[in-house]
């Protein structure tokens, strides 16, 4: 099967962990490589940001990443990418017919690139499956300050009600994109996303805590983009009203150059409270070198104003590091409060400071939580999850002749 996927405002070779990159693009890079593993053939589609980007990049065998103009190549807000969606439209499909290429079935991802996939299905004639990763609608709901547009919303309702399949995280974002969206109930299938559970597992953590050069104090792990919503301010002031006697550090893994504004907000905020000096900005770190930190760490916490899923919270359960986690959206799924992790109702300091002290002075309840995460994340293993995403792609480009039927 050919599949071209769409991930236009941003590219799977982008490092997360940046101000623009994160768990779409782990999870875009990742799908792919499974499903080539399984006789896909997968170009991931995404426009230049770059002026030197190559056209093509061979990630592997039958997998490519293909960034093509369409606009300024610089990063652009999306409300700038929207305004070049018809350009990058052109170019993909200029780019296909050029080649002679022919796809069985368009994967999107995320509300811009599901308008693309809206216009080459119509070109194409062949089935689109989106994903959102986050739904405008919702995160207005869930989130403080920042609102999303009309647009994007009125896009999003479009491209639910233009595509073929829609497939989210959970089952409670699957109603929520009924009563919301009113998504027809046989459109919506639920895959939950795919953490590879043999690169995050538990490990040796004092070599860990050796190979990073950390030293004997509890490790308290903050891992994600250093954005508003991610509630990074919640963890420093829970941090700031600790009284457990234990020597203990907070380290915030993520950001970038862009990150300047909130590294220096949150560091007021550590400043302000006296704890500046526990509280450590280590940047964004490889996907690949992520491991270290989650085994090093004691305690790993997601203050998130809203998940749609949240695999940071997953891949510390995975290498056997107790969550404390907001009670929101995806982590609501991911997490058993009191038996995998703990999820914290209200998003105010004090509940999470309670629960991290709890942690931090008793080490076998931090054995036994991290123990049972491990054991609750196997739903997660990407050989399920690949399999169920192929399975919605063999239903729709080999539809029984009965539902074919019952289409047409
Ligand atoms: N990540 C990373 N390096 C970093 C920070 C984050 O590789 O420095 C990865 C992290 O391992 C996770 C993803 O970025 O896979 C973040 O996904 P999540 O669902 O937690 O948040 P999102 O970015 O989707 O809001």
Known sequence: MRIAVISAHTSPLARPGGNKAGGLNVYVLELARQLVARGCNVDIFSRATQRDMPEITQIGPGLRAIHLRAGPARNLS????????????????????????????????????????????????IPHVTMFHTLGEIKNRASLSEHETDLRIDSESRIIAGADRVICATEAERTLIRRLY??????????????????????????ARHALGLNGERIILFVGRLEPLKGIDILINAAATLESDVDCSVLIVGGD??????????????????????????????HDKLPLYYNAADICVVPSHYESFGLVAVEAMASGVPVVASRVGGLMGTIKDGETGYLIPWLC?????????????????????????REAVGRYRWENVAAAVLSVYESLTNPTPQLAAAGS
Not at 81 to 95: I, N, P, S
Request: charged fraction near 30%.
């Open 257 to 286: 150059e862009s990150s300047r504004v909130q590294v220096d907000r949150l560091r007021g905020i550590a400043r302000s409270r006296g704890i500046e000096d526990r509280v450590a900005f280590v940047g964004a770190v490889d």
């Open 182 to 207: 009113h998504a027809e109930a046989g459109k919506v299938s639920v895959i939950p996303l795919g953490v590879d559970l043999e690169r995050f597992r538990p490990a040796d953590q004092e070599a």
């Open 349 to 373: 300091p004090e509940p999470f400071a309670e629960r991290i002290e709890l942690l931090l002075d008793n080490e076998p309840l931090r054995r036994n939580l991290g123990e049972a995460a």
């Open 78 to 125: 999306p409300e700038s990418v929207h305004k070049r969606l018809d350009a990058f439209t052109d170019a993909v499909a200029a780019f296909a017919a050029h080649e002679d290429a022919t796809y069985d079935l368009i994967h999107s991802h995320y509300w811009l690139s599901g308008l693309v996939g809206e216009q080459l299905k119509a070109r194409w004639q």
